[in-house]
């Protein structure tokens, strides 16, 4: 274990503590206890003749250009570098004393049907996506992504029947129908997320406390939004800050990345000073440097370069970071943030960084206001 491992290894919770709850996550950044780290095997691109697929995949590309796309299996070079990577993430996160599990991924070339329409899988890749973990609540989002409706049968329902038994609360949304009037077509002919039901991903969603951001985007809709202040209002006093056009597509987290509490790492090209949410006034912003494009081994990547500032808090003082990105990096670490490099060779392809391929389960943060 190198030098710097050594001296970020937290206190262990004393033994005077209460024992620690089964899950407990209330914000992106404090102490980390317990992860899920996700199973890139038998990770698919479903059939982009799905609309739901080509707007959570491609939603830039014309039909034409969809045409290019290889659906089916990733490349085995993918898949394989891609388990080496997680399984060095995984050995780095349990040598810093945090629990992780990475739940077996069911077989997603299972093709399935409702009463509408007929899908084949995606991935277990990006745990992050379609739950979110709030307090002592385990949340399922309704991705409008046909191919991820079973995403969670096999290991993750299980582990998270078990967090119920040891006292997590365990919530789904309203499982959405995903029929074809939930999409539409733009001018261009390009696929538009429609409002005639509550759909959003998990990751649209980031956590402050009592902060909650949502981004209405194609991976979240107006209704997303309405069903997450309704089921919020059951849990307290939360804040819910939608944003919207700042980042129409997929996901926010390479957009914002809360690093600490008081400081916030942004894309500059997708906010400006004056987009900054307002949850942040008072905050030190550390706008992205230039992000490094990381030529990707397939024609089409799920994901941009800005993949780059997908990375994982595993306390206010310690990152693990994409090693491709050293500018970040260097800003990080001028913040006073010890960084963890790390490799996700195929990050770009698989649409996934470290905090996409991670769902914190226990962090030592409570309900705190950290924009008031
Ligand atoms: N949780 C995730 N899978 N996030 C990845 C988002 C990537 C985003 N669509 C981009 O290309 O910038």
């Given amino acids: 274990m190198g030098e710097t491992m050594t001296n970020v290894i937290p206190e262990s919770a004393s033994a005077g503590e209460t024992a620690r709850p089964a899950v407990k996550s209330w914000d992106e950044f ?10 890139v095997a038998n990770a698919r691109l479903p059939r982009m003749s799905d609309v739901s697929a080509w707007l959570a995949c491609y939603p830039t590309l014309s039909e034409k250009e969809l045409r290019e796309v290889s659906e089916g299996a990733f490349p085995k070079q993918v898949i394989e570098e891609t ?9 780095t996160l349990r040598d810093l004393g945090v629990t992780v599990h990475q739940p077996a991924a069911p077989d997603h070339a299972k093709v399935f049907s409702s009463p509408d329409w007929t899908s084949d899988g995606y991935l277990s890749y990006c745990p992050r996506d379609i739950t979110m973990v709030l307090g002592s609540a385990i949340i399922e989002t309704p991705s409008p992504m046909r191919a991820r409706y079973f995403e969670l049968l096999g290991g993750m329902r299980e582990l998270f029947q078990e967090y119920m038994l040891r006292g997590a609360t365990w919530l789904s949304a309203p499982k959405p129908r995903l029929a074809d009037d939930l999409f539409s077509l733009d001018d261009d002919g390009l696929p538009l997320l429609g409002e005639s039901e509550p759909v959003f991903d998990a990751a649209n969603v980031l956590r402050i406390g009592r902060d909650v951001i949502y981004q209405v985007s194609r991976s979240g809709n107006e209704l997303g939004l309405r069903w997450l202040e309704s089921t919020l209002r059951l849990f307290g006093d939360f804040r819910v800050h939608p944003v919207r056009g700042v980042y129409g597509y997929t996901h926010i987290d390479t ?6 509490p008081g400081l916030v790492l942004l894309n500059p090209e997708r906010l400006t000073e004056e987009t900054i949410p307002a949850c942040f006034r008072g905050w ?3 706008w992205s440097p230039p992000i490094r494009d990381v030529p990707a081994i397939v024609k089409r990547p799920l994901s941009a370069p800005w993949l780059g500032m997908n990375l994982l808090m595993v306390s206010p003082e310690v990152a693990i970071v994409d090693e491709d990105q050293p500018e970040l990096i260097s800003a990080m670490e001028k913040k ?24 914190d389960v226990v962090r030592d943060g409570d309900l705190e206001d950290y924009c008031r």
């Fill in 284 to 286: 030190d912003i550390l």
């Fill in 336 to 359: 006073g943030i010890t960084v963890l490099p790390h490799k996700l060779r195929h990050s770009r392809v698989l649409g996934g960084g470290f905090h996409c391929v991670t769902l």
């Fill in 30 to 39: 404090t102490q980390l206890r317990e992860v899920i780290v996700g199973d």
């Fill in 255 to 260: 957009t914002i990345t809360l690093l600490r």
């Fill in 83 to 91: 388990t080496e990577d997680l399984a060095t993430l995984i050995s």
